[in-house]
């Protein structure tokens, strides 16, 4: 299984993702595929600390994106997968057959500019989480011990990476959280210090070029309109509620990607509430 390849290949190259024990794609036993981890100890980074959040995650991805993405990609082939399903260029396929599967019509123009300027390929590529934030890093006595969720890794440009985290710290709502009303005023009023200094920490590991962190946070936003297009028109599909994206964050992904592309997305009506 994708996961379980990528998360073991990363303990190889000594990250600290959760090695997987046993993995099935038999959805007798619990109702769907399903992981067995190892179980690291900790609580997410939030429940932790707030000082000095943005450092650690600029650090802990920058060590991610240091480590050899060929190696990387001979482990995943070594679990028989193979390394193009890992591509960004794979995951841009992913989401322009789920317009056209979902009949997504409002959001294929907006596929089209991403096809049109995708980067080109060649340079050095990184190993990519895909969606690394704060409540998907574990700590413990004030150290790291793990860095969860991993069904989303490439092997892209860093700033694919780079620029999905940016999109988490610019556009999520904090009422989604699980903070307390205090504690979500304070986020919210210093995001915008929380996403300079998240770059700045980073920039001191590692460049960035910023044509190309302005495209993969128009990807980013896709992505999620992909997700909320695909939930408005089966909203009982996903099981309960989904809290994300029943806020304000799809109007806000959506503006921002109009802001970086001049192109406005279509969303199909909402006929019910999101689940």
């Given amino acids: 299984m994708r996961e379980k390849a990528a998360q073991n290949a990363l303990v190889e190259l000594g990250y600290p993702a959760p090695r997987v024990l046993f993995a099935s794609t038999d959805a007798a036993p619990l109702g769907g595929a399903f992981l067995i981890m190892e179980r690291l100890s900790g609580k997410p980074l939030p429940e932790v600390r707030m000082l000095g959040m943005a450092r650690i995650v600029a650090e802990l991805q920058a060590s991610l994106h240091d480590l050899d993405a060929n190696a990387f990609l001979r482990a995943l082939a070594r679990d028989g997968l193979a390394p193009q399903s890992f591509t960004f260029e794979a995951h841009l396929e992913q989401l322009a057959n789920r317009v056209g599967r979902f009949s997504l019509d409002g959001l294929a123009p907006g596929i089209e500019w991403l096809v049109q300027r995708r980067p080109v ?46 999109i988490i710290f610019k556009l999520v709502p904090m009422e989604v959280s699980d903070l307390s009303a205090p504690i979500r005023w304070l986020a919210n009023a210093a995001r915008p210090l929380l996403v300079a200094a998240y770059l700045r920490d980073y920039r001191r590991r590692r460049q960035l070029d910023r044509g190309k962190l302005a495209y993969y946070e128009a990807a980013a936003c896709m992505k999620a309109l992909v997700k909320a297009g695909e939930l408005r028109l089966a909203p009982t599909a996903a099981g309960s509620p989904n809290a994300l994206f029943a806020s304000t964050f799809t109007e806000r992904a959506l503006g921002h990607f109009r802001g970086l592309t001049g192109i406005t997305p279509v969303l199909p009506a909402t006929t019910a509430s999101v689940a």
């Fill in 121 to 166: 390929p060649g340079g050095s590529h990184a190993v990519c989480h895909g969606d690394f934030h704060p409540y998907n890093i574990l700590m413990a006595a004030d150290r790291v011990t793990g860095v969860l969720d991993w069904p989303h890794a490439v092997v892209a440009d860093a700033e694919f990476d780079v620029a999905s985290t940016l």
